[in-house]
């Protein structure tokens, strides 16, 4: 059994497709199906069902697959560890971030450290906070920027507390509350919201403070992305509770404080079984010990968003 008849297997399971899967793994499709084959034969099960339309996994294929996955990680992270022994980084670094991150400069981190690392693949995923704390348990990502509420406390990973600050009302400038600096929940409650889905972290901020005052409201538009959000509020469909940090760049919407403003805590998570040698690098350029483990301390490259 081979890494490369794995990684064979590995492409044409995540791309239906032999010929695709080929080309990804830059080999003409006969040699591909030849060590399929041949793998299939020393394991004595076929791993995939093909039919002229579809190529899915058997039984045995569902099996092998994670299986094979970990293997290709553990040789990847073996040939890691080596060359960070002998003082180079190399290897494969992915992330994890709410869209609305405002406690780090993500950006130039990246930026920064693909200039410091540059034999290091940097792959970046946007996505929910409890979506991203699993990817990160299951090993997918490296390391995640998360945005929950004050008493959410992720299991299963390693973290850090990165700022703590509030969020704010965010509505069109033809809306009547665009003239206003501030405004109270109990006002807010009698509006039109654009939130995000029901039972995200990121929802779970505003109803907790809604329920906390005994209030109801309306979430007529549940929206997956911050941006789109943004685009209803700007159409006057409704309005918005955003992190400050983040509404204080937005353009074409009216910003006002909040007052019995829900909090919002921004974590840093990581793999709690070792990051890999370019994860620790990562977590080092942002102040973070790795081998801390958990911590309520603030990473030293990141700001309060406290507003």
């Known amino acids: 059994m081979e890494l490369q008849q794995m990684r064979y297997v590995v492409a044409v399971a995540e791309l239906g497709s032999f010929t695709r899967a080929a080309k990804r793994c830059l080999v003409v499709q006969s040699a591909l ?21 579809r190529v899915r996994l058997t039984p045995a294929g569902e099996a092998f697959l994670p299986q094979a996955r970990q293997a290709l990680d553990a040789a990847e992270r073996a040939r890691s560890e080596v060359a960070a022994a002998v003082g180079e980084i190399r290897g494969r670094l992915a992330v994890g971030a709410i869209p609305t991150i405002g406690s780090v400069d993500l950006p130039a981190e990246l ?12 792959a970046l995923r946007e996505g929910a906070s409890k979506d991203l704390v699993q990817e990160v348990r299951d090993g997918t990502l490296d390391v995640a920027f998360l945005g929950v509420p004050p008493s959410y406390r992720p299991t299963g990973v390693s973290q850090r507390e990165l700022a703590t600050g509030e969020l704010v009302a965010v509505v ?71 992190p400050a940090a983040f509404a204080e760049g937005l353009t074409g919407v009216h910003v006002l404080r909040v007052r019995e403003a829900p909090a919002r805590t921004e974590r840093l998570v990581w793999s709690r079984s070792g990051p890999t040698p370019a994860a620790t690098a990562f977590l080092t350029g942002l102040g973070v010990d790795a081998a801390a483990g958990n911590g309520g301390s603030t990473a030293t490259s990141a700001r309060n968003t406290t507003r």
Do not use: C, Y
């Open 111 to 122: 930026r920064a450290f693909r200039h410091r690392h540059p034999n290091v693949g940097v």
């Open 172 to 242: 069109a400038p033809a809306h009547p509350l665009a003239g206003e600096a501030d405004v109270g929940l109990d006002r807010l409650a009698r509006e039109t919201f654009v939130d995000h889905p029901a039972g995200t972290a990121a929802r779970a901020q505003s109803d907790e403070a809604f329920a906390a005052m005994g209030l109801t409201r309306e979430v007529a538009f549940e929206v997956g992305g911050t941006d789109f959000i943004v685009r209803l509020v700007r159409s006057g469909l409704g309005v918005a509770m955003l």
């Open 33 to 53: 199906s030849h060590q399929i084959a041949r793998l299939e034969k020393e394991l004595g099960a076929r791993l995939f069902d093909r039919t002229s339309r």
